[in-house]
């Protein structure tokens, strides 16, 4: 059976502080993605990154940058020098890969304060 | 382009009641589905179609629970009756038929309350 892990419910930082957001990922597949989700105030569900299990770069994109390791199972997400508009509740998800279409396992997510 | 549409935003009922969510998928995506949030835990998934028929139905809580998605396109789950239980976020997504790739798109969900 497949699991997400975010072991940080809340996390409080002042604006301009960094603040990375751990992700642990349990699953049999060989062949996986991962994802972010961020919910802000407003409700929706906001795509922000996918990875394919094979590929173990990291990548960075604008103040976001994710960290895949493969050996230890975690797909973390940092913010550098955070802001208030990034205030939300950020989800980290599974899925299986070989068939489109299946269906996303998340984590419990980590509700971000970001204090101006 | 439209973004995946559920309706309503909120529905307060009672113990008993029966209420009925909708959700409209962007339009050409095969994929549809359902999650929901219980306050406080993780999203999980309730159900997946594609076009008009149930491909994975295994998150489904019981038979108080009805999806259907007539035609391919719009969804509606039914539950009926209502459970204090039952409350939560009901998160609809959406994704175009490609394999390898599963993008989901979110609606922006229904906050069910029931009392």
């Known amino acids: 059976a497949q699991k997400v892990t975010q072991a940080q419910t809340e996390i409080s930082v002042v604006e301009k502080e960094d603040v990375t957001l751990d992700c642990v990922y349990e699953?049999?597949?060989?062949?996986?993605?991962l994802f972010w989700y961020k919910q802000p105030p407003s409700g929706e569900l906001v795509f922000l990154i996918r990875?394919?299990?094979?590929?173990?770069q990291n990548e960075i994109s604008g103040r976001y940058s994710w960290n895949f390791q493969k050996s230890t199972s975690s797909f973390n997400f940092t913010i550098t020098a955070s802001q208030v508009v990034d205030s939300a509740v950020y989800f980290c998800?599974?899925?299986?890969?070989?068939?489109?279409?299946?269906?996303?396992?998340f984590g419990g997510g980590t509700r971000v304060l970001v204090k101006p | 382009e439209a973004g995946v549409t559920q309706f309503p935003s909120h529905s307060v009922i009672e113990k008993g009641q029966t209420v009925t969510l909708r959700c409209d998928p962007i339009?050409?995506?095969?994929?549809l589905y359902w999650y929901r949030r219980v306050m406080g835990k993780e999203i999980k998934f309730l159900l997946h179609?594609?076009?008009?028929?149930?491909?994975?139905e295994s998150g489904m809580p019981n038979n108080r629970f009805l999806a259907e998605r007539t035609g391919g396109t719009y969804s509606t789950l039914k539950v009926q009756p209502a459970e204090l239980e039952d409350s939560g976020v009901y998160f609809c997504?959406?994704?175009?038929?490609?394999?390898?790739?599963?993008?989901?798109?979110f609606g922006p969900g229904t906050r069910l309350t029931v009392l």
């Open positions: 998800a599974l899925s299986e890969a070989g068939a489109a279409g299946n269906k996303l396992t």
């Open positions: 699953t049999r597949d060989t062949t996986y993605y």
């Open positions: 179609f594609v076009k008009e028929s149930k491909q994975d």
């Open positions: 339009s050409g995506h095969d994929n």
């Open positions: 997504a959406s994704s175009f038929e490609r394999r390898g790739y599963n993008e989901q798109f």
């Open positions: 990875r394919n299990s094979f590929d173990e």
